[in-house]
């Protein structure tokens, strides 16, 4: 795709009034895609197309049309010869909707991110973007790129306590079902990473790419193992980590009354005395998942919600690419 200059539409499409209904997602995931500005994008992943990749041992169930025959006759091994831009690999998109996902929520005070702002704010209010909100962008869009492509994609992902899971297909009708899904879904409740990421190893009958978008505040080592699963049955594992600057700066002063969205549990502390010490455990939090990735052979890449979903998936494109 042709890299462009963000057109007005984007901007309008990434405005606070259409980011609180937007009534048209699958317009918002184009408009999103094309204001990359990447000039071309590479496949989500490794598949097998056009263009020669690498070697990867022989699965039982491989098309035997990619077996490379002159290397299994020189070494007597079995290779298969891969490609990018394949549609024989399913991409499966992994949606958390925990109740925390709706972090922050959308005050009357609360600032707009600069990314989502036209113009100016009338009358004082303002309008923040929650993980959930945003994690559901960043889903729509990759899958407006993978299906403009050519390329399956699946969803799983929770209303309530219930999994919801479209299987992978191509084509524009299954992507308005998938977006159609996308826009119904709200943050309420729990859920268990690790048996998601499970349940998504699963589904894939093949070796395929799971993109796991939550803010992952849960059992980290139930996570990490879950995740490690995974990539050993030769899926392709992302992370993409949610984030807000709230969490991040932690700007609260005074005595405050904090409450976990999803166990409900309460926490009356002085939040300026703890600053410190709250930063310095959530950028621990972050170091250890992004360790653990990295020691797994796992991408993950951390975006905040003040950032534009598309230069955010921009980046992560490229480094997927290099």
Request: no cysteine; proline share 5%; net charge neutral.
């Amino acid at each position: 795709m042709a890299g462009a200059a963000p057109s007005a539409a984007f901007s309008r499409v990434l405005s606070p009034d259409l980011l609180a209904s937007l009534g048209d997602l699958e317009l918002a995931a184009r408009l999103i895609v094309e204001g990359m500005q990447a000039g071309g994008h590479r496949s989500l992943y490794r598949g097998v197309g056009t263009e020669f990749v690498q070697h990867r041992p022989y699965v039982q169930g491989d098309s035997l049309r990619y077996l490379d025959w002159k290397l299994l006759a020189r070494t007597d091994r079995l290779q298969t010869r891969q490609y990018r831009e394949s549609t024989q690999v399913g991409l499966l998109l992994v949606l958390d909707t925990s109740a925390s996902m709706g972090f922050p929520e959308p005050a009357g005070s609360a600032p707009v991110p600069a990314w989502a702002r036209e113009g100016e704010v009338e009358g004082g209010t303002g309008f923040v973007v929650s993980r959930l909100r945003y994690g559901i962008l960043l889903a729509a869009a990759l899958a407006w790129l993978a299906i403009s492509r050519g390329e399956a994609v699946g969803l799983l992902t929770w209303t309530g306590s219930l999994p919801l899971h479209l299987p992978l297909r191509s084509g524009r009708p299954h992507l308005r079902r998938l977006l159609a899904e996308l826009e119904r879904l709200e943050p309420r409740g729990a859920w268990g990473p690790a048996e998601a990421m499970d349940q998504a190893a699963s589904l894939l009958r093949r070796r395929g790419m799971v993109v796991a978008i939550s803010d992952f505040y849960d059992d980290e080592g139930a996570l990490q193992s879950s995740l490690r699963r995974a990539a050993r049955r030769g899926h392709d594992v992302a992370m993409l980590q949610l984030t807000s600057e709230e969490e991040l700066d932690f700007p609260f002063d005074g005595e405050m009354e904090f409450e976990d969205a999803e166990t409900g549990a309460r926490l009356l502390t002085h939040a300026g005395a703890s600053a410190d010490a709250v930063r310095a455990r959530i950028r621990g939090f972050h170091d250890r998942l992004r360790r653990a990735a990295l020691r797994d052979g796992i991408d993950h890449v951390r975006l905040s919600t003040s950032e534009a979903p598309g230069p955010a998936l921009r980046r992560y494109l490229l480094t997927r690419a290099r």
